[in-house]
């Protein structure tokens, strides 16, 4: 892996403030702000989490919807002394499954991605692993899928937290 | 913020020792014991629940029932050399959301309460974000109102901890 | 407790690398390698989850299929010098349910074989109860069974942690 820019995965759970943890992250590396949103506003409630999101944030980002072409998006944006935001992680790998995509090559291509990178990238992604199992197939494959994904950039990254009432647990670096 | 006493958060999943864990913290303190139950019981499985809680809890504690005024009831009994533990948040915000409460005025008058209390005062509450997205609106509400208060709480208080299997990790503090 | 072995909890979501993790901590104690499935194959995904769970454990491990006489059975085989790989308790707690087991009874009897065991002994278990209160009632006795026996061996046991995204987190030891 020859990388010169910095990856950080942020893993927290719903409202556990990981959004802003890792807004506060970005800003503070300094640096061109892009703002990845991968969420797609299907109906009012989604438009309304997007909307508050977005509120929270702030001036200064360069944002993009990318529900889908995560990792060739990455790559198109990708430069020294830019500061990336991906969120959330957990949103592109149900759009991807929701879209029939191969997810084990989407993944794989987003590591590659990550591996050589030269922005300075932060992942935010929910963990949704540790609740009762679902009932239902999809969500059991979906939290599967999410579960590796997050495995493999950990394994990846410079830097990993678990973040809790908008407090952070360090977990690697 | 000025305040001479002191305020604990106490997250954790569901029979993950967070109360347990929370009494020891208040019995070390010393200082008169007030248990605050946010619960009721509308059912024999939660008479069941409160009623093993306090066989757990032991002698030595003054209970107070309080499922909705938890602010003002906290500033009643508020004094220099007592201990207070609030069990659970996330039940009292249940009982707001099913008595039509404003979820946003109460949770305000909590954090303006924690915020000038002279007590010595920990929090115990269930972190609910991290499973699958629940089929439910309501509980999505449920737990973006909990994670909410979660991290309001936890930027204003001078401890916080994360609970699994009756030991913490440590957040804040 | 006069114990001579070792004993370790391991708590993580699903695919957290909890898994993993243990085989790697079993593997580098060195010694005979014990590997005790509590899971059974009662479906294709089950039959899937545990091909592929073997097929990342590698050569090297002497496998016991022991749906629920788990204590019994680390009696049978306990010998200084020997790691046994407990994987998981959840799905054996999820067993004797279903079998109608006394769980106080078979927790009690765990955790008088854990101790006094010879052994180095990893016991993986899923944390369950960190989303929304199950609807299900069979569902949120099973979080609190597993809940409480994640207590009882977290506090007899040498070392515990909380894993995420493979990264380990120290909760004791």
């Given at each position: 892996m020859t990388r010169s820019g910095h990856v950080v995965l942020v893993l927290g759970g719903a409202r556990s403030g990981k959004s802003s943890f890792s807004e506060r992250m970005i800003i503070s590396a300094g640096g061109e702000r892009h703002y990845i949103a991968?969420?797609?506003?299907?109906d009012d409630e989604m438009v309304d989490r997007i909307a508050r999101h977005q509120a929270d944030r702030g001036e200064g980002w360069i944002t993009h919807e990318i529900p889908l072409d995560l990792p060739r998006h990455l790559a198109t944006i990708d430069a020294a002394g830019r500061s990336v935001l991906v969120d959330c992680l957990t949103l592109w790998v149900s759009n991807l499954m929701m879209s029939e995509r191969d997810l084990k090559a989407e993944s794989e291509a987003l590591i590659a991605q990550l591996s050589s990178c030269a922005s300075h990238v932060v992942l935010v992604s929910n963990e949704?692993?540790?609740?009762?199992?679902?009932?239902n197939r999809m969500a059991r494959e979906f939290r599967d899928h999410a579960g590796r994904l997050h495995q493999k950039i950990a394994a990846i990254a410079d830097k990993a937290y678990f973040v809790a009432a908008g407090l952070p647990l360090k977990l690697k670096g």
């Amino acid at each position: 892996m020859t990388r010169s820019g910095h990856v950080v995965l942020v893993l927290g759970g719903a409202r556990s403030g990981k959004s802003s943890f890792s807004e506060r992250m970005i800003i503070s590396a300094g640096g061109e702000r892009h703002y990845i949103a991968t969420g797609q506003a299907f109906d009012d409630e989604m438009v309304d989490r997007i909307a508050r999101h977005q509120a929270d944030r702030g001036e200064g980002w360069i944002t993009h919807e990318i529900p889908l072409d995560l990792p060739r998006h990455l790559a198109t944006i990708d430069a020294a002394g830019r500061s990336v935001l991906v969120d959330c992680l957990t949103l592109w790998v149900s759009n991807l499954m929701m879209s029939e995509r191969d997810l084990k090559a989407e993944s794989e291509a987003l590591i590659a991605q990550l591996s050589s990178c030269a922005s300075h990238v932060v992942l935010v992604s929910n963990e949704v692993g540790l609740g009762i199992v679902p009932e239902n197939r999809m969500a059991r494959e979906f939290r599967d899928h999410a579960g590796r994904l997050h495995q493999k950039i950990a394994a990846i990254a410079d830097k990993a937290y678990f973040v809790a009432a908008g407090l952070p647990l360090k977990l690697k670096g």
